[in-house]
């Protein structure tokens, strides 16, 4: 049996990130991904990709190599140390690091002709306000730290790199209960796709188009998205490894035994067996994808070759420690 003689009986689309809806389930959803994306991940992955300033071509020279030294010291330090607790004054060493100043902004911000941030004076109790909101929360670790992102982003507690700090704030509270994948990790970039989404929402809230649940809800939605199509490919993996299973393949071969499955047309030996076994209900996964639009296949191909990569980075480290 060929591969394109299967291909007109085989419909495929992508998962779609759920509704806008409760908090809780989109929560869920998180936690789900999560699970099975970390599987493999035993310690937070590293920075890797573009920042938004970079997206947006408005980075500044060192921008960069700062604010990477900057996310790989403190997601390090917020997973290997057992007194580690976000307070203002770590706040303000995050973004010394990240972006530059360790102090609170002395001075009135304006944005636009509408919008002015919280007075200079208020600014360290609305901080220490906010973080010990984060702090007594009993939502779901995504809530909290999605709700502490839009806390500091208004009070703007800083005269510059508020975004920035903001998100590598995010991020930490993410790394500090658990979670591994930059998929997940990296507010960043959660929008990288849409980079301008991100500013709209925050715009819709700020001006009080949107109320706060409905914004964090924006933001998981983002969170979910950009780690869904890494979920679907682990899940497929699964499946055709139990297929795999079935067929009483060498677990040793298995991988091979996919690949080829995968990217070759004319299958022989243990794929073309997988083929007739499981080819109806897991197509090959290069006659998937040719029912997908460009953006779609770009989108599969950076979650799954970012989460391949997160994963070779760990068994590499792994290696080199024994």
């Known amino acids: 049996m060929r591969t394109d ?13 759920p509704a806008m809806g409760d908090l809780a389930e989109l929560a869920s959803s998180i936690e789900r991904q999560r699970h099975i994306i970390d599987a493999r991940l035993h310690r937070p992955a590293l920075w890797r990709g573009l920042m938004r300033r970079e997206v947006h071509g408005y980075d500044q020279s060192g921008e960069r190599s700062r604010y990477v030294q900057a996310y790989n010291h403190f997601v390090s330090e917020a997973v290997s140390s057992p007194q580690w607790k976000l307070d203002a004054a770590l706040l303000c060493a995050i973004h010394d690091a990240a972006v530059g100043g360790a102090e609170f902004r002395n001075v009135g911000l ?20 906010a973080l010990a909101r984060a702090s007594a929360s009993h939502e779901p670790t995504p809530v909290v730290a999605t709700r502490l992102h839009l806390d500091l982003l208004t009070i703007h507690p800083f005269r510059d790199g508020n975004g920035r700090t903001s998100r590598l704030v995010a991020t930490l509270w ?63 993996e699964e499946r055709l490894y139990r297929a795999c299973a079935h ?33 109806d209900e897991e197509p090959p996964l290069h006659i998937l994808t040719q029912s997908l639009t460009m953006p779609q296949r770009t989108e599969l191909a950076f979650q799954v070759e970012r989460l391949l990569d997160e994963e ?11």
């Open 247 to 279: 067929l009483s393949i060498p677990t040793t071969l298995w991988d091979d035994t996919l690949t080829s499955y995968d990217t070759e047309t004319a299958l022989s030996g243990w794929a073309a067996s997988l083929l007739r076994t499981i080819g």
């Open 312 to 322: 070779q980075e760990e068994a590499t480290h792994n290696a080199l420690r024994m």
């Open 174 to 236: 993410l790394v500090r209960a658990g979670f591994r994948s930059s998929l997940l990790t990296t507010v960043e970039q959660h929008f990288h796709p849409h980079p301008r989404a991100y500013i709209e929402i925050l715009d819709q809230y700020r001006y009080g188009e949107i109320k706060e649940d409905c914004c964090v809800a924006y933001l998981l939605q983002a969170m979910i998205s950009n780690s869904m199509y890494a979920t679907w490919f682990r899940e497929r």
């Open 110 to 129: 304006l944005v636009g002709a509408h919008h002015r941030f919280p007075a200079a004076d208020d600014v360290p109790a609305l901080v220490d306000a």
């Open 5 to 17: 003689q299967i291909m007109g009986s085989s419909s495929f689309t992508l998962p779609s990130p």
